[in-house]
């Protein structure tokens, strides 16, 4: 049984150590602004995986509630990993009772496809129905 204790209170969130860990150590978010980070957790749905009262996990959703959910953000910091709380967060998530029944679900990954096919997460059924504007490097100067 893990020790992960998982809460989408967001005013339990260690903010800095979120914005710390996208803007210096994701491949996602280098070079994001704390108030870019405020902001995406204010609008949306946020898990907090917590060791001993300190946060080592987050991942964040933005959803409607009701028909469409995007998993974004999610990590797990490095001196923490290996334990099975990117595992945990995702149970949570699948979990949330505000994420049950939404006819799309997606999330993007460069390296992690093994935990999320575990989930339920595949390639699109119709990728040529999938269009995105994308800018990889938004947050760089």
């Known amino acids: 049984m893990s020790n ?21 150590q994701s ?3 280098v ?9 995406a957790i204010e609008n949306s749905l946020c898990f907090g995986g917590f060791v001993d009262g300190r946060q080592v996990a987050f991942a964040r959703v933005v959803t409607d509630f ?14 923490y990993r290996g334990r099975g709380y990117a595992k945990d967060i995702m149970r949570a ?7 049950k029944g939404l ?3 997606t999330l993007a990954t460069g390296d ?7 989930f339920g997460f595949a390639p699109p059924q119709r990728p040529d129905t999938l269009l995105e504007r994308y800018f990889p490097h938004i947050y760089v100067s």
């Open 27 to 29: 491949t996602w978010a």
């Open 31 to 39: 070079g994001i602004s704390r108030a870019v980070v405020e902001r």
């Open 93 to 99: 998530v699948m979990a949330h009772p505000s994420l």
């Open 66 to 79: 009701a028909t469409f959910g995007n998993l974004v953000d999610m990590f797990v910091i490095p001196e």
């Open 112 to 118: 992690a496809h093994g935990l999320y096919e575990q």
């Open 4 to 24: 992960l204790q998982i809460s989408t209170d967001r005013s339990e969130l260690d903010v800095p150590l979120i914005y710390r860990f996208l803007s210096e």
């Open 103 to 105: 006819r799309r679900f």
